[in-house]
């Protein structure tokens, strides 16, 4: 049986543009709270569209106003039985104090993981040039990378004039950028099962170690720990996380030891990632920062110890914060980090709307 | 229970083009303000220009996304949006995570790998909707077709037959009786001979799942049979629309408890 299709449009519709109108204001603005009554309404109205759309579906054959109410009922059904902690007001300084470094240390196994690829690298690159100086060119593809280290010291040293006056800012900004996609490459990689995410990290140590190696046998450690320690002691735990993110997309995606479905244990992690990419983005860009305007600089204009010196307490404030930062409410700590994946579960109307006294 | 409309793989990627001209646009915007601020400063402006570049690059889609509600201005022109598959609110970091997974939906070009995904996945999502929990649906608008205009003050020869009338209504689907209305809608449209074919076929098919009395559809042309059945599938005589009542009032009525 087909129903009075023109009639039915016409005294239903009112209802319809009402909650659509609704639907917009409470999408529009996310930290709007409804009274009881416009709360009642919208249940109302959610309800009657519902039931409007069973109607249509049994009984008409018109089905461009069945896909319009199916997407009405979908958006009042999103609003309504959405259970994840609604999105608050954005502190930053709370999100980096304690929500970055909270979620670092949420994931840890996955950095740990990442260290470890990335160690295996520098361990076969450092082994494989050692053992065959000729492949440096398969090792270390940039030509920057290819001079001679000695001569290449040799040549810094002679500099005293300011080699990147009024290009150290594009050159800072490139090394930003090309770090940045760098890491979300790293990061997205995740969705091979964490295969390229891996194969990014070790060829990332791969080049290390063979640079590390390469100069360490033409007797310049000193040099390379003042050329690449004030930016390096940064930029190169940020890809580390970056690689953390992308196993940690990797392990939800395999889902060992968690029987909750994919879409599910993706989401749990969702929220982590994302902050995890966007820390990782903070800290290129003092990467880049500092190695434009102050890593390519050497002796005479600019002492190896002082480098080395800032490296080092740029380390040590990069672990403490890692480490430590935003544990001092250990409860809130483990609070967070279910927040996502278990609700505080209210009814949605508790959730949105403040009880009526009675 | 309701569902959603997904959209193609081809759909999505004509949105995605559209997008990326109007990354084009904004560059070629930012390059013009790029020039006036070289003529202060060269090294700040290229500067300027990397960073503008990669933000809207990275940015417009999650910009889009988030203040229209899943809608870039290519899913706009497309009708298209990315929701939560679980019909869940769209969040945040959802759109993040979708839109820093193009670097590998990219790959090796022109949304290759996300093309080939999305065309084999069951909910036609591309690796950064799998990852974001998310899908993109059509957005449909509503149409009220004008069936006074297309049906009434015509005798409906059917009619006299009401069993007749009851069972072919029992007998059409949702899709037949759609068809039947839309090609009357877009009659217009049509070449001559194409509709007098189209119309033929479509009323043979009709005539083939309910034989009315040969009084009732002797020397009625296909068009005009075709029309008598779309007027009763969609049309209950006797009936006429009620003005509405505004929803409010619907309300406290059915609720005067309500507040």
């Known amino acids: ?358 | 229970m309701f569902s959603q409309w997904l959209a193609g793989p081809v759909t999505r990627f004509l949105a995605v083009f559209i997008d990326q001209l109007c990354i084009a646009v904004l560059m070629t915007l930012v390059g013009s303000l790029v020039n006036l601020v070289a003529l202060i400063s060269l090294g700040f402006s290229m500067a300027f220009w990397v960073i503008a570049y990669f933000v809207i690059s990275i940015g417009y889609g999650i910009f889009f996304e988030w203040t229209w509600r899943g809608q870039t201005i290519g899913k706009k022109l497309f009708r298209l949006r990315v929701v939560d598959a679980d019909g869940l609110k769209l969040q945040f970091n959802q759109i993040v995570v979708r839109n820093l997974l193009r670097f590998v939906d990219s790959l090796p070009a022109f949304y290759f790998v996300g093309g080939v995904v999305c065309w084999l996945n069951q909910k036609c999502q591309r690796l950064g909707d799998i990852a974001a929990n998310t899908i993109v649906i059509r957005n449909p608008r509503v149409t009220e077709p004008d069936l006074d205009q297309l049906l009434a003050g015509k005798y409906n020869s059917l009619r006299q037959y009401p069993h007749l009338v009851a069972r072919l209504r029992q007998r059409v689907s949702p899709a037949e009786a759609d068809l039947v209305l839309q090609a009357l809608l877009r009659r217009g449209e049509f070449e001559p001979v194409a509709r007098v074919e189209l119309f033929g076929n479509l009323a043979g098919h009709f005539r083939d799942k309910i034989e009315f009395p040969a009084e009732a559809t002797d020397g009625v042309a296909d068009e005009q049979y075709l029309r008598n059945v779309a007027d009763v599938l969609y049309r209950t005589p006797g009936r006429t629309a009620p003005s509405p009542d505004t929803p409010a009032k619907a309300v406290a009525t059915a609720r005067p408890d309500s507040g």
């Open chain 1, 1 to 358: 049986m087909i129903v009075d299709l023109q009639r039915f449009i016409v005294s239903e519709r009112p209802f319809w543009v009402q909650l659509e109108t609704m639907l917009n204001r409470l999408e529009a603005e996310p930290n709007l709270r409804m009274t009881l009554t416009q709360t009642q309404l919208f249940h109302h109205l959610y309800e009657r569209t519902a039931g409007d759309l069973a109607k249509i579906t049994t009984f008409s054959s018109e089905p461009e106003t069945r896909r319009y109410l199916e997407n009405l009922v979908a958006r009042a059904y999103g609003e309504i039985h959405e259970t994840r902690e609604k999105q608050r007001r954005f502190f930053p300084l709370k999100w980096f104090f304690h929500t970055l470094p909270q979620t670092f240390r949420r994931h840890a196994h996955a950095f740990y993981l990442s260290v470890a690829i990335t160690l295996l690298g520098c361990a076969f690159g450092g082994f494989a040039l050692a053992l065959d100086p000729d492949a440096r060119p398969v090792l270390m593809p940039f030509s920057h990378l290819l001079e001679d280290p000695a001569k290449r010291v040799a040549e810094e040293q002679t500099v005293t004039t300011d080699r990147l006056a009024g290009e150290k800012t594009t050159f800072s900004v490139e090394l930003m950028t090309h770090n940045i996609n760098i890491s979300i490459f790293t990061l997205a990689l995740g969705m091979t099962w964490g295969i390229g995410t891996l194969i990014m990290l070790f060829y990332n140590g791969v080049i290390l170690g063979a640079v590390a190696v390469d100069y360490i046998r033409a007797g310049e450690t000193k040099f390379l720990l003042g050329w690449l320690m004030p930016h390096g002691v940064v930029e190169i735990p940020a890809i580390l996380i970056a690689g953390q993110a992308g196993l940690m997309l990797a392990l939800a995606l395999i889902g060992r030891g968690n029987r909750a479905p994919l879409g599910t244990r993706l989401r749990e992690i969702s929220h982590d990632v994302v902050t995890l990419i966007f820390g990782v983005g903070l800290l290129l860009v003092w990467a880049g920062f500092v190695e434009a305007f102050l890593s390519q600089y050497h002796e005479p204009i600019v002492p190896y110890e002082a480098k080395i010196a800032l490296g080092c307490v740029e380390l040590f404030l990069l672990v403490l914060f890692l480490a430590k930062s935003g544990s001092g409410g250990s409860k809130s700590e483990a609070r967070d980090s279910t927040s996502d994946r278990q609700p505080p579960h209210p009814h949605w109307r508790d959730r949105w709307f403040k009880s009526p006294k009675p």
